[in-house]
C-alpha cells in the first residue's frame, strides 16, 4: 500500500522567510503532483513533476523531486501573506491501461504572519 | 478550454436519507473521471474512479456508488447516509494519463445531522 507523508502538517511563518515542506513516499513513482487549497476551496495544480532530477519554478515556489530517495520537496523562498494555504502532494502508481487515482498527502496547512 | 462543474455546491442530509452528487466535464472527450471525500481537517482519500462509460473501480468499501450514465457525467449516489459519510467531495478529470495533474471541480461541501 502506498503512503505519501507529508511534514510538517502545520507551519506558521513569518513573510520574507524561507522554508521548505517535505513529501515522502513508500513506493517507486516517477510521478508526483502538488497542489494547493484555499480554505473551503478546491485544489489547483502548482506542479507536475515526471522524472527523477525535476525542478519546476513558478514565482516564489519551487517544487523538485527525487526519485531515489523517494522525495519531494516544495521550497518556499521570501514568504508574502497570499501563499498562505495547505499544500498537497500526490502520487501517482497507476501501471498498465488503467488511470488509477492520486494518493495524498495529509496536506501542510501553512500561515505566512505579516 | 475544459471546465468541470459540480453540484449542488452545499447539501444538508439527514441520515438515511439518500444522495445523488453529479459531475460533467465539458470540453475534452472520454476523460477519466475520480471522486475523492476530504474530511474536515485532512486529505483527500479518492473513493471512485472512470476510464470509460459503464466503468467502474472502487477503492473503498463504504456505502457509496457511482455511476457514468454518459461519457462526460459522474454520478455519486448512495441509499442511506451515514454520519460518516459527512465531508467535502470532490469531482476532478484527466485525459492524458502520462502527464496529469487531475483538475478538480469546486467541490460539494455534505453535512449530514
Known amino acids: 500500500e502506498l503512503k505519501v507523508e507529508q511534514n510538517p502538517l502545520f507551519l506558521s511563518m513569518q513573510e520574507g522567510k524561507n522554508y521548505t515542506i517535505y513529501c515522502n513516499y513508500s513506493?517507486?513513482?516517477?510521478?508526483l503532483y502538488w497542489y494547493r487549497q484555499d480554505p473551503g476551496k478546491s485544489l489547483e495544480s502548482l506542479f507536475v513533476?515526471?522524472?527523477?532530477?525535476a525542478v519546476k519554478q513558478e514565482g516564489r515556489l519551487m517544487a523538485s523531486l527525487d526519485t531515489k530517495a523517494r522525495l519531494s520537496t516544495l521550497h518556499i523562498t521570501a514568504a508574502v501573506h497570499d501563499l498562505s494555504a495547505t499544500y498537497f502532494c500526490?502520487?501517482?502508481?497507476?501501471?498498465?491501461?488503467?488511470?488509477?487515482?492520486?494518493?495524498f498527502g495529509k496536506g501542510t496547512h501553512l500561515i505566512i504572519q505579516p | 478550454s475544459q471546465t468541470i462543474h459540480q453540484w449542488p455546491a452545499t447539501l444538508v442530509q439527514p441520515v438515511g436519507s439518500p444522495l445523488s452528487l453529479e459531475c460533467t466535464v465539458e470540453?475534452?472527450?472520454?476523460?477519466?473521471l475520480y471522486w475523492y471525500r476530504q474530511a474536515a481537517g485532512r486529505g483527500l482519500q479518492l473513493l471512485f474512479y472512470s476510464v470509460g462509460i459503464g466503468q467502474i473501480s472502487s477503492e473503498v468499501p463504504q456505502n457509496l456508488s457511482a455511476s457514468r450514465p454518459q461519457d462526460r457525467q459522474f454520478i455519486l449516489s448512495s441509499k442511506k447516509l451515514l454520519l460518516s459519510d459527512s465531508g467535502f467531495y470532490l469531482c476532478?478529470?484527466?485525459?492524458?494519463?502520462?502527464?496529469?495533474?487531475?483538475?478538480f471541480g469546486d467541490g460539494t461541501r455534505l453535512s449530514i445531522l
Open positions: 513506493t517507486t513513482s516517477d510521478r
Open positions: 476532478a478529470w484527466s485525459v492524458d494519463r502520462e502527464i496529469r495533474p487531475q483538475h
Open positions: 513533476l515526471l522524472s527523477n532530477g
Open positions: 500526490a502520487v501517482d502508481i497507476s501501471t498498465g491501461g488503467g488511470a488509477d487515482g492520486l494518493t
Open positions: 470540453g475534452t472527450s472520454n476523460p477519466n
